[in-house]
């Protein structure tokens, strides 16, 4: 029995990657950080719990002695309140020092993953735009520029080590009942008032729509649990590839289990991008929450292709934002939608 150590192992994916290798055979360690409140939920899933800071080398050597595969999904991705030193330290350092724990295991790695992100492309662009996995990366903020340091380490110990690396790239990953869960006044008001414009920042939308964009947050804010159906000043809806977790997990697995996945990156996102107007139709007739138009100053809409991904490892995404509207009704009616919640 071969086996996996996954770190972030409490998360979305984590967790319903642990149940899915479990179902397969395989045997599951998952490293926490030490006080997540999930780690009983975890240790009822049947997986074997290591407790460490990603940025504790000695532990994460230890997490990683006698496992076959590794999966390192854990990363923080809002800076919040911390400091981009932590943030370095946590994904890029926490990266390094798993990367040190494979070439340190009693057991010789056949696989070791990592979990980047479609923002290391810098999707915020006011033109529609498609990436594929060749696109230029332009990270535009530390959480981003993390996740390039942490491909390029792997690439790097690759080249050095031989190590069998392999990269993913999910985009906005989605479980149980969120999907109904998006899209409210708060959100937008994170981006414009907070991440976006905070002191210093060059806001990508332009310096001119700044003042427009505040007015029109404000108002918006002022019904709360609206869902936002948002478009620019022209009505062009915006549009994000919105991701269900069960084919975020499928893409995984197929990237851990396929050795035409070695050396590689896999956009690991959904069929298409999903338009925000769509969205909030959707989620507004499953819900009670008010249906509201949202005129922005500027356009955001960009896709992330899954070609490869499809050609080379079988990858075939199921759920569209309908179906994952209809997913989360049922898991909120008490159905087994085949999802840990998290």
């Known amino acids: 029995m071969m086996k996996v150590l996954i770190t972030g192992v409490s998360g979305r994916v984590g967790a319903n990657l642990a149940v899915q290798l479990m179902q397969r055979g395989y045997s599951v360690r998952g490293l926490i950080f030490p006080g997540d409140p999930k780690t009983e939920k975890v240790r009822q899933l049947g997986i074997e719990v290591l407790e460490a800071e990603i940025g504790d080398a000695e532990g994460v050597y230890r997490a990683c002695d006698g496992c ?52 290391a492309y810098h999707p915020f662009v006011a033109e529609p735009t498609t990436f594929y996995e060749d696109h230029v990366q332009k990270p535009i903020d530390i959480y981003a520029l993390t996740k390039l340091m942490s491909e390029q380490m792997f690439f790097t110990y690759q080249r050095e ?38 002191p210093g920042r060059i806001p990508w939308f332009g310096a001119d729509n700044v003042a427009e964009a505040k007015r029109v947050v404000a108002a918006a804010m002022q019904t709360p649990n609206a869902v936002c159906a948002i478009t620019d000043a022209n009505g062009s809806a915006w549009g994000l590839p919105f991701t ?77 934002f309908g179906d994952m509207v209809q997913s989360a009704l049922a898991f909120r009616r008490g159905e087994d939608i085949g999802v840990v919640p998290v």
């Open 68 to 119: 076959e595969i590794i999966v390192h999904l854990a990363a923080q991705m809002k800076q919040g309140k911390s400091t981009v030193q932590k943030m370095v330290e946590i994904n890029a350092v926490g990266t390094l020092n798993i990367l040190e724990g494979a070439l340190r295991s009693s057991r010789k790695v056949e696989s070791i993953l990592l979990a980047s992100t479609d923002q």
């Open 161 to 198: 080590f031989h190590l069998p690396i392999k990269i993913m790239r999910y985009s906005s990953v989605v479980a149980a009942d969120e999907p109904l869960e998006v899209l409210y006044p708060a959100w937008l008001d994170m981006f414009i008032n907070q991440e976006w414009t905070m």
């Open 244 to 320: 269900d977790v069960r084919d975020t997990v499928q893409g995984t697995l197929r990237v851990l289990e396929s050795p035409s996945a070695l050396g590689q990156v896999f956009n690991m996102v959904a069929p298409s991008s999903t338009s925000l107007v769509k969205a909030a139709q959707l989620i507004a007739a499953a819900t009670n929450r008010p249906y509201l138009e949202v005129k922005m100053p500027f356009l955001w809409w960009f896709n992330v292709a899954n070609h490869k991904a499809r050609s080379v490892l079988g990858y075939d995404p199921q759920y569209n």
